[in-house]
């Protein structure tokens, strides 16, 4: 009989089973149980013995008693002879004063020493005799007494021992190489145990130490300890290896947190070290904080999130912008979304929310937006540019209106929590949130401004620079997410004035120093590192304090979580909030009429005006062919290899490197970033002279005009 033949309870269960929708687990991690707590401290305590502290070590010690126990009659024999070889050895120094006889001929008086050798020489020889003699009397009256077993017990007595003094030892001649068990993190933070981690990970020398600062303790679930590195070994080696020391100390690098301690109280040789019990950042999502607060103000850190000891890691926005970065499918959009939520839940923030991604992530947003863009073709990154434009105008007019306030209204000319709420002034905090960005930048549609051509893409990419380097101070935020953190996706100058960085897992370190900086990987940062299965874990590199410390480099975070129905209802709240104050503008409002602009003065704005010249139809090859492969990074880069020109133009390396001479553009050894993280000479062609090159030209072209027209006259 098949389910839907079925009748009865039988049938309606089934059919609601299969009708159910399955949520993921937000609630809090449940405090472990004290079964958990007493097992962590079996497998963590150095008084159990390691053979006890698991299932899988006392079998392994089980299995290695039956082998000790079968192979024991050989290995019994075989120690009492090296037992006694060993004893006959010691005997012979002794009795022929090899000590004495060894320091005197250090101390280059072994002339002087002869008779007093010799003297001690025949003492020990008559020593020897006698306790030789008076054995063997002992012997001899025990026989008499107890008959054969008193010698057989006297024979074991000694076999014993010559067994223990021969038995096999670690580093001693003729041990034999066996497979031990798994390494594994036993021990509570031991000083000797760390002091050999750090030798074995080469972070310092075989006769060097560490000073202890602090004693090991528990801080959460796991061991906290502070340490002095020897003199001029510095923190930020360990930092940077922290996985070699991870590897020493038997544990997975997501459970050692290695910190410089700096400021008061620290140095460039201090150190501060957690090991967690187990993987921190398994186990469900943390719920978002905010999911229940009925308000929040902008101006104060939004919760972003906790590291591997479950510390609050709160995130400033304002004063400052971020950039989001990860390969798809790794919690992307839900970290963009938590700092969103804070700014929503302030009535006095306006927000201009773009996804390039078109679906319905953002779509709650919509009814709290100022302006709002969904979607990927070329009508939605049109109406993004011109988004953009508005905005960059709104910032030069605060920057006007903001010079003729008073003193004490506007005292450093930076905008005020007070201005930021003043209607009459009508400045407030403004975040431009952006996600799959990349949909955007990379818009190939031609664009003419102020008479440099260049494309959709590129022109909304300068838009977003200015924002990024000028909005801050007049209260503009700006937050960009895109699953494409490469070079040609995200430009270096729109790159250096993001001031926060968030990498979750990306393909490689390239990717990973893209979105956290230059050189992040070789400081022990690389987001291609973090594992899989950790959704919403990454890497971030605040611009601002953070609950971690001030002098914080970068630092592990998990974001916090919420469902797509927490989030519709977080903006909904923002809706009513905006609607109470009378806040509630623009898209949110009905309204989407764009403000009048001064296109010329954003042009200006943007320095199109000032920038070099249009590169002419007609250069001749292969320059034509460089500078558009370049683009726009022919302003950006300094120094272009000419293997990644040649690879790139499919073209011969010694024709190429002829023909470029012949343009005035001779190639040059300079050092670029290496595939490791170090650096590398290469030759390559400066882009100072590819664009001189190109002036010449320009200039050529322009005398010949002139030439022909003077010629027709």
Same mark, same amino acid.
């Given at each position: 009989?098949?389910?839907? /033949?079925?009748?009865?309870?039988?049938?309606?269960? /089934?059919?609601?089973?299969?009708?159910?929708?399955?949520? $993921?687990?937000?609630?809090?991690?449940?405090?472990?149980?004290?079964?958990?707590?007493?097992?962590?401290?079996?497998?963590?305590?150095?008084?159990i013995p390691a053979g006890l502290r698991s299932r899988e070590a006392a079998k392994n010690a089980a299995v290695d008693v039956a082998l000790f126990l079968l192979g024991s009659p050989k290995s019994f024999v075989g120690a009492v002879w090296r037992g006694l070889v060993l004893a006959v050895r010691t005997w012979r120094r002794w009795v022929r004063v090899v000590d004495y006889r060894e320091a005197a001929e250090q101390s280059e008086k072994l002339a002087d020493k002869f008779i007093e050798i010799r003297e001690l020489t025949l003492f020990r020889w008559k020593l020897t005799g006698a306790v030789a003699l008076f054995t063997a009397s002992v012997l001899l009256v025990a026989d008499l007494c107890f008959g054969t077993v008193a010698l057989w017990g006297s024979g074991g007595v000694v076999a014993v021992a010559l067994a223990v003094t021969g038995r096999r030892k670690e580093g001693a001649p003729g041990r034999k190489a066996v497979l031990s068990g798994p390494r594994s993190f036993a021990w509570a933070m031991e000083p000797q145990v760390l002091v050999d981690a750090f030798r074995d990970a080469k972070l310092v020398g075989k006769d060097e130490s560490l000073r202890l600062v602090e004693r090991a303790s528990?801080?959460?679930?796991?061991?906290?300890?502070?340490? $002095?590195?020897?003199?001029?070994?510095?923190?930020?080696?360990?930092?940077?290896?922290? /996985?070699?020391?991870?590897?020493a100390l038997a544990v997975d690098e997501v459970q050692l947190v290695v910190e410089r301690v700096r400021g008061r109280g620290g140095h460039?040789?201090? %150190?501060?070290?957690? %090991?967690?019990?187990? $993987?921190?950042?398994?186990?469900?999502? %943390?719920?978002?904080?905010?999911?229940?607060?009925?308000?929040?103000?902008?101006?104060?850190?939004?919760?972003?999130?906790? $590291?591997?000891r479950n510390r609050k890691v709160d995130l400033p926005l304002v004063w400052t912008s971020l950039l989001v970065g990860a390969i798809p499918r790794q919690g992307k959009t839900s970290a963009v979304r938590v700092p969103a939520a804070g700014l929503v839940l302030d009535p006095h923030t306006r927000l201009y929310v773009f996804d390039g991604k078109g679906g319905k992530d953002w779509e709650a947003a919509e009814a709290v937006a100022h302006r709002f863009v969904c979607g990927d073709e070329i009508e939605h990154a049109t109406a993004v540019r011109d988004h953009l434009a508005e905005l960059v105008a709104e910032v030069q007019s605060r920057y006007s209106r903001m010079s003729k306030l008073d003193d004490d209204v506007c005292p450093e000319s930076k905008i005020t929590p007070a201005i930021s709420r003043d209607s009459a002034l009508a400045m407030p905090i403004t975040a431009v949130i952006i996600d799959e960005v990349q949909v955007f930048l990379e818009n190939p549609e031609r664009e003419d401004v102020g008479g440099r051509k260049t494309t959709l893409g590129g022109y909304i990419a300068d838009l977003l620079t200015y924002l990024a380097r000028k909005g801050p101070a007049v209260g503009v935020v700006v937050v960009l997410a895109t699953q494409r953190p490469d070079s040609n996706t995200i430009p270096s100058r729109l790159r250096a004035v993001l001031g926060s960085r968030f990498a979750l897992r990306v393909m490689d370190w390239r990717d990973s120093n893209i979105v956290l900086g230059e050189q992040m990987n070789t400081r022990g940062f690389d987001a291609s590192t973090l594992l899989t299965n950790h959704k919403g874990v990454g890497i971030l590199r605040p611009d601002g304090d953070t609950d971690a410390g001030e002098e914080t480099l970068a630092l592990i975070v998990r974001t916090y979580y919420m469902l797509n129905a927490e989030w519709r209802n977080i903006c909904q709240r923002g809706r009513a909030l905006r609607e109470a104050t009378g806040t509630l503008t623009g898209h949110a409002n009905g309204d989407d009429a764009h403000r009048a602009i001064d296109e010329t003065a954003v042009v200006k704005a943007l320095g199109a005006g000032t920038a070099r010249a249009p590169i002419p139809e007609n250069l001749p090859e292969p320059l034509a062919s460089v500078c558009h492969y370049l683009g726009s990074e022919l302003d950006e880069r300094d120094f272009v290899p000419s293997g990644e020109l040649t690879a790139a133009l499919d073209v011969v390396p010694g024709i190429f490197a002829?023909?470029?001479?012949?343009?005035?553009?001779r190639p040059t050894r300079n050092r670029v970033p290496a595939d490791d993280g170090e650096t590398k000479r290469v030759r390559g062609y400066f882009t100072a002279e590819i664009r001189a090159a190109i002036q010449r030209f320009a200039a050529d072209e322009i005398g010949s005009d002139e030439e022909t027209e003077d010629d027709g006259a």
């Open positions: 009989m098949s389910t839907e /033949e079925g009748s009865g309870s039988f049938g309606h269960v /089934e059919r609601h089973v299969f009708e159910a929708d399955l949520v $993921d687990d937000v609630s809090p991690v449940p405090k472990p149980s004290r079964w958990r707590r007493f097992a962590r401290w079996w497998r963590s305590s150095t008084h528990r801080a959460g679930d796991g061991w906290a300890i502070t340490v $002095d590195l020897p003199a001029t070994r510095k923190a930020a080696d360990v930092v940077k290896n922290r /996985e070699a020391l991870a590897s460039a040789g201090r %150190v501060f070290l957690w %090991v967690a019990d187990e $993987d921190p950042y398994a186990g469900p999502p %943390v719920r978002f904080p905010l999911l229940e607060a009925e308000w929040w103000d902008a101006w104060r850190p939004i919760p972003f999130g906790v $590291d591997a002829q023909q470029m001479g012949d343009l005035g553009c």
